[in-house]
């Protein structure tokens, strides 16, 4: 389930932002919200930047909306030069430019409350495990997928545990 918010200047200079949101993965359709929880605070273009400032509820009162909580939120965002344009059948409605690919998306973790990342100490009992992938090599594709199973020591699992922080070793040979 995603939350998506989004917005455009368009030729007359007239701002827009459309709240929406999808049940799926990235193929599914992108419907309109029911309820529009985001508010235009400020937008303009300047050379080749666009700039949409807006606010959005913390807590939407919908079923196409997600609630924005204290921490970390993973966001992703996606751009390009292409502008929705009017549909033939209702000029109020746009008909949307598939997102972009490229250096033009990502992944971001946010902390969208409090606009900084809360460094959160470990548990003074954890134990940390280094779990490493070998004679791998990253191709130079934008994204990649890899998936391996590893196989955890016996001894150090002997209760339940919980995962609390993963983070990458980069060597730098990668």
């Known amino acids: 389930f995603a939350d998506i918010v989004i917005g455009w200047i368009d030729d007359d200079n007239i701002p827009h932002l459309e709240n929406r949101y ?3 993965s990235k193929s599914e359709p992108m419907y309109m919200d029911d309820q529009n929880n985001i508010e235009l605070i400020e937008a303009f273009v300047n050379g080749t930047k666009t700039y949409l400032h807006f606010t959005r ?3 939407p009162c919908n079923d196409g909306g997600q609630e924005i909580t204290l921490g970390t939120t993973k966001t992703i965002y996606a751009w390009n030069d292409n502008k929705p ?4 059948d209702d000029p109020t409605k746009y008909d949307l430019v598939p997102h972009t690919i490229g250096a033009n998306r990502g992944p971001e973790s946010i902390d969208l409350v409090s606009g900084d990342t809360i460094y ?11 779990i490493t992938v070998t004679d791998y090599t990253i191709p ?3 994204t990649t997928y890899y998936c391996e199973l ?5 001894e150090t699992f002997t209760i339940e545990q919980y ?3 993963m983070e ?3 060597t730098d040979q990668n």
């Open 150 to 154: 590893f196989e955890l020591p016996e």
């Open 57 to 59: 509820l913390l807590y």
């Open 22 to 24: 999808t049940e799926g």
């Open 163 to 165: 995962i609390v922080m």
């Open 85 to 88: 344009t009017p549909r033939s």
């Open 140 to 142: 130079a594709n934008h």
């Open 120 to 130: 959160v100490p470990l548990p003074e009992d954890a134990q940390p495990i280094d």
């Open 168 to 170: 990458p070793i980069i």
